[in-house]
């Protein structure tokens, strides 16, 4: 595969193709094919955001489970939507804390009233690449008109004033004159300086994760090529027209619009919306793995709706404690009376059994197990995946197990019962990402799983 250099580039910049997850690409093959007829995506795009094959013997371009505009070559990109109805990706990521995959691709978003501190990095890195392209391309400057009184004036004298404040007062060796200065105090050089100043305190005095030190230098590095610029004690230049688009910047300092959209955004502590197209701000193109978040916003949400039970825990069972070995160890006992045997070398993986969700009783008894399942879901649960839960039920003694999915458009919500395997109640529930009110939406889910899991063990499924 050939690989191509990816410049900072803005949606009007490429073609934009929509598609969805894990649907095929409507992509003329040539269009992504070099002369030599290989490949000629951009970088880390290929089977990570999309994968190739061939279809009657054509090559064949998918997307995968990764929602916002991808660039696929210098001019074409695609813009990729959820799978299943979804209006409330802001909200899902804010409650996760969330932090999206971000790509050299600029796109617009629509700005909203909240902010969430996964955006500080993006906001960061966003406006410090817009300041990249300021500083290459020069900084604005304004002419100011100054005057003096002096003995050596320049530019022109102004003979009115002259007369009046020198000449009437006896003073015939100086002059008052005027001139034009060109200055970088201006306010849209106040606005950027004001915002870069916040983020540098933000991180210096913040947690130091990974990126933060990096961010801090380059930071450092656009304050000293705003050094001559004063720094206000407030951010008053928020308001000034030109800084708001009202007024126009020169056109030769056009490329100053991205960086005073994100430097407003910054001081005003706006937030921006992952579901609706805008032009409010420009950004690196934002990237969400739905699948991941879908199945942390369902656990979080869960957790939350059972934190004041007070016998109950819901845990994570892709990690400590939730997480059990797969095998129970074997007592003595038993194995005498087994043919004999070998065990298994230690030295290799030994399997866990990881359930998505993981509900706990005070005394280790578990009512429920539930895996979520960010899958295309109609009628029943795909036999693989309840396979699986059925086998973590198994192992964890749980009554009941329940996958967990979104809910397609043309079927509905709610809690489905598949039946009985053997001991085990096989439950399903299918959740609207669409719905108005999202928070309405996992309150009666919650609801519904508190119901389940406080029935007696013997109830039978037509009695739930």
């Known amino acids: 595969m050939i690989v191509t250099p990816l410049r900072w580039l803005t949606a009007s910049d490429r073609h934009v193709i929509p598609c969805r997850e894990y649907a095929v690409i409507d992509v003329d093959p040539q269009d992504v094919l070099g002369s030599d007829g290989r490949l000629a995506l951009a970088p880390g795009v290929l089977n990570q955001y999309v994968r190739a094959d061939f279809k009657d013997n054509e090559l064949r371009l998918t997307a995968k489970g990764v929602t916002g505009l991808i660039p696929l070559t210098d001019r074409i990109a695609i813009q990729v939507k959820p799978r299943f109805p979804l209006r409330n990706l802001t909200h899902m990521v804010s409650v996760c804390g969330y932090s999206p995959t971000v790509l050299a691709a600029l796109r617009e978003y629509k700005t909203t009233d909240e902010w969430s501190e996964w955006l500080l990095d993006v906001m960061a890195d966003g406006l410090l690449a817009a300041m990249d392209t300021i500083t290459l391309n020069g900084l604005l400057r304004n ?17 009115t004033v002259t007369m009046l404040r020198q000449a009437a007062h006896g003073i015939r060796h100086r002059a008052q004159y005027s001139w034009f200065e060109r200055t970088i105090d201006n306010a849209p050089n106040r606005c950027l300086k004001s915002a870069v100043a916040l983020l540098h305190a933000k991180y210096v005095h913040g947690p130091r994760s990974r990126g933060v030190r990096e961010r801090i230098a380059r930071l450092g590095e656009v304050m000293r090529v705003l050094h001559d610029v004063p720094l206000e004690s407030r951010p008053f230049s928020v308001e000034d027209p030109q800084v708001r688009g009202i007024d126009p910047l020169p056109e030769t300092r056009s490329y100053y ?31 969400v793995k739905t699948e991941d978040l879908f199945e942390k916003f369902v656990r979080i949400t869960l957790q939350e709706a059972f934190s004041n039970h007070p016998n109950l825990t819901v845990l994570d069972g892709n990690q ?27 030295a290799g993986n030994n399997p866990s059994a990881e359930p998505d969700v993981v509900f706990r009783m005070d005394g280790g008894f578990h009512p429920l197990v539930a895996d979520v399942k960010y899958t295309n879901v109609r009628d029943y649960a795909d036999r693989s995946e309840v396979e699986q839960i059925a086998l973590y039920g198994l192992r964890y003694g749980s009554p009941i197990v329940m996958t967990i999915h979104p809910r397609r458009k043309d079927s509905g919500k709610g809690l489905y019962l598949a039946g009985r395997i053997g001991s085990l109640l096989v439950a399903q529930y299918r959740i609207d990402l669409g719905a108005d009110d999202l928070e309405a939406e996992m309150d009666e889910m919650a609801a519904c799983v508190a119901a389940l899991i406080t029935r007696p063990v013997g109830s039978s499924a037509s009695g739930i």
């Open 257 to 287: 619009r991205p960086a005073l959209e994100l430097a407003v955004a910054i001081l005003t502590g706006r937030g921006i919306n992952l579901d609706a197209r805008g032009d409010d701000v420009s950004l690196p193109s934002l990237l």
């Open 320 to 346: 400590d404690p939730g997480r059990l070995a797969l095998y129970e160890t074997i007592s003595e006992a038993q194995k005498d009376t087994l043919p004999k045997h070998e065990m298994p070398s230690t």
């Open 143 to 159: 002419y100011h008109r100054r005057t003096e009184a002096s003995s050596y004036p320049h530019g022109r004298i102004d003979t």
